[in-house]
């Protein structure tokens, strides 16, 4: 029988693949028209953010700060990488999000379980001028310059739609990509900052639609998610060790901290109300991506917290950035 042995949760924004320096750069994004949102799920512009915000916050935005605080998130994805390559694992489950990769409006399935042999990770195109820090911040996904194919655990993803299915999950199934883009961010992150070759073990895709209403599942709907997609791993006659890990999130591109502790706190005290009853109007832009986490959440509920760190990774006076989180369950 197989056996849930590791939890992870993970941001994957591309500024954790960015120096201090580049930091002021995706701020410019920020403040150039990007869809912001406030703490309560309000669309604001960017001023209207830079009115609202802490003051003090500026002096979390000096380069030594923010010096000190990309160098512990990459230390973070270290430990992340560590962990997984320890656990010796036969199969990693990957929940994540697709933006416009695979899925569009023709299409946006609120659950998908990808089931085919193997997973493509293509290189990014991008135009001639398009500068090095942005260059650097997308690497992080695809750090080949050839497509690569990963391996699928492809009977545990099968037997996953099947026990959703039996648990009364209308569950979305895909044995191929139909766009060229390749594998989504979400996966190649995983792929790329946290496998190395020699620990490359076959995942299971598990795409959640986190971004885009209406579809997008609620947070009591993530957590059962999850507890059927451990009840399933642990009724499966294959793949010894099994882990699942969540890809994304904390939250961005507004800083939320409060939030961000919360649902860290919630984690570690494995109190599945507190996070079954979230908000979902807290729960957009990229803070859509704790839903990933919840789902995670749900599957470990046998499993103790091993270590969480959590870094605001503030980048405009306004309060833009990225709440940067990182969980191990164990």
């Given at each position: 029988m197989?056996?849930l ?38 669309a ?40 997984i ?5 036969d ?5 994540g999000d697709?933006?416009y ?5 023709d299409?946006?399935?609120a ?5 085919g ?7 990014l195109s991008?135009p ?8 650097r ?9 050839a497509?690569?194919?990963y ?19 209308d569950?979305?199934y ?6 060229a ?12 900052r ?6 490359i073990?076959?995942?299971?895709p ?14 009591r ?11 399933v791993?642990r009724?499966y006659?294959?793949?010894g ?7 994304g999130?904390?939250s961005?591109?507004t ?6 502790r919360?649902l ?17 109007q807290r ?14 959440a749900?599957?470990c509920?046998?499993?103790?917290t ?12 306004a309060?833009?950035?990225c709440g ?7």
């Amino acid at each position: 029988m197989a056996e849930l042995v590791l939890g992870i949760g993970s941001s994957h924004s591309p500024l954790l693949n960015s120096p201090a320096e580049d930091y002021p750069r995706h701020a410019e994004i920020d403040a150039s028209g990007r869809k912001l949102i406030d703490k309560t799920g309000k669309a604001r512009t960017y001023g209207e953010l830079l009115e609202l915000a802490d003051p003090a916050i500026k002096d979390q935005i000096r380069l030594q700060v923010l010096e000190e605080r990309a160098a512990r998130c990459t230390a973070n994805i270290a430990r992340l990488e560590s962990e997984i390559a320890a656990a010796k694992l036969d199969a990693l489950i990957i929940i994540g999000d697709d933006q416009y990769e695979q899925f569009f409006e023709d299409n946006m399935p609120a659950i998908l379980v990808y089931a085919g042999e193997t997973i493509t990770n293509n290189p990014l195109s991008m135009p001639d001028e398009a500068p090095q820090w942005w260059r650097r911040a997308r690497s992080q996904y695809h750090v080949s310059d050839a497509p690569r194919e990963y391996p699928v655990a492809a009977d545990l993803a099968r037997r996953i739609v099947e026990g959703l299915v039996e648990n009364d999950f209308d569950i979305s199934y895909s044995k191929k990509l139909s766009k060229a883009h390749g594998e989504g961010h979400a996966f190649g992150f995983v792929h790329q900052r946290l496998m190395r070759d020699e620990t490359i073990v076959p995942i299971v895709p598990i795409a959640l639609n986190t971004y885009f209403a209406p579809n997008q599942p609620r947070p009591r709907r993530c957590y059962d998610l999850g507890r059927a997609i451990g009840n399933v791993v642990r009724a499966y006659d294959g793949a010894g060790r099994v882990g699942i890990l969540g890809s994304g999130g904390l939250s961005h591109f507004t800083v939320d901290e409060e939030l961000d502790r919360y649902l860290l706190d919630a984690f570690r005290k494995k109190d599945a109300e507190a996070l079954r009853s979230l908000s979902p109007q807290r729960l957009n832009s990229g803070t859509s991506e704790v839903r990933n986490w919840i789902t995670v959440a749900g599957a470990c509920e046998h499993l103790d917290t091993k270590w969480q760190d959590y870094v605001p990774c503030y980048r405009s006076a306004a309060g833009t950035g990225c709440g940067m989180g990182f969980a191990i369950w164990a």
